[in-house]
């Protein structure tokens, strides 16, 4: 729980004390390693908040704080780095995204449609309670079960892979950063084994209660290849877990799938699926195309 002030005065108190306690540090650091500490920002000096001293009309002398110019910039910064943006997608936005076939178009101007439902005014934010899906037409592992001479022309027909989903994932991702949204960037597999071996520690539940509640209450959680985890039991249960969660405090999720809509309920369990499409509304594409990565 944050501490409670019962005036401005402590307020200020508060801030100031904070900036000098950050100052000490630096302070520290340069005495430390013998090497003048280079700062961001000049004017603050890195703590965010510039102090100044005003003489009121009976004589008496003040002071009072206010956020530096970088403290949004640096939130930005922030943002950007919590959201775990895969580094090979770290360029991708809108104006890179490559166009060339029809479901190129309609998967990049489902993005843009649905990012206009996201608004923020101030610290006034207005989320859309709709998720976002980008899944196959014929999933992967219907393909896999297929006999393996089958197999090949009907993943040339049916191809989901390499069409630019997790692309225009990432540049939602960053433009809901910039906005000032919460964004969570989740690769399945890793997200997957991350949560199944926090079960496995020893810790009392701290690990993994600390992974689900990112997960949970992130404003926007965007997950990659949702589905593509080899299934278990437990696996399932935590798919539910984290999809009703976000269900129940209606908070979107946009992800993306190489499984149909009946492979990705068998991975991910009927009812967490149920959840999860269900929520798309208008916004879920059913996507299948030329592979670029092939193409190039």
Not at 167 to 185: P, Y
């Amino acid at each position: 729980m944050g501490k409670r002030f019962s005036s401005i005065g402590e307020v200020m108190a508060d801030l100031q004390a904070k900036q000098s306690k950050r100052l000490s540090e630096r302070q520290k650091q340069q005495e430390e390693h013998g090497a003048v500490v280079e700062y961001e920002c000049e004017i603050c000096r890195d703590t965010e908040l510039v102090t100044y001293n005003q003489v009121s009309t009976n004589g008496f002398s003040y002071e009072y704080g206010r956020p530096c110019e970088c403290r949004e910039r640096k939130a930005w910064k922030r943002r950007f780095k919590n959201a775990l943006i895969p580094d090979e997608f770290t360029h991708a936005t809108f104006d890179n995204y490559s166009s060339t076939e029809e479901i190129h178009s309609m998967l990049y101007d489902t993005a843009v449609n649905y990012l206009a439902l996201y608004k923020k005014e101030g610290p006034k934010k207005t989320i859309p309670d709709s998720n976002l899906g980008f899944i196959a037409v014929f999933g992967e592992q219907r393909l896999k079960e297929l006999e393996s001479s089958k197999r090949s022309a009907l993943k040339e027909k049916h191809n989901s892979f390499g069409l630019g989903k997790t692309h225009l994932q990432i540049a939602m991702a960053k433009r809901l950063i910039k906005d000032g949204f919460n964004v969570l960037v989740v690769s399945d597999v890793v997200l997957m084994d991350e949560l199944i071996q926090a079960k496995r520690m020893n810790d009392e539940g701290e690990m993994l209660n600390r992974l689900l509640r990112n997960a949970i209450s992130a404003d926007v959680l965007l997950w990659d290849d949702i589905g593509k985890s080899k299934w278990s039991e437990a696996k399932e249960s935590l798919y539910y877990q984290i999809i009703n969660e976000r269900y129940r405090k209606q908070r979107p999720i946009v992800f993306s799938s190489n499984e149909d809509r009946g492979t990705l309920a068998e991975k991910i369990g009927y009812a967490a699926a149920s959840r999860l499409i269900g929520q798309c509304g208008l916004y879920l594409v059913e996507a299948e195309g030329t592979d670029y990565r092939l193409k190039k």
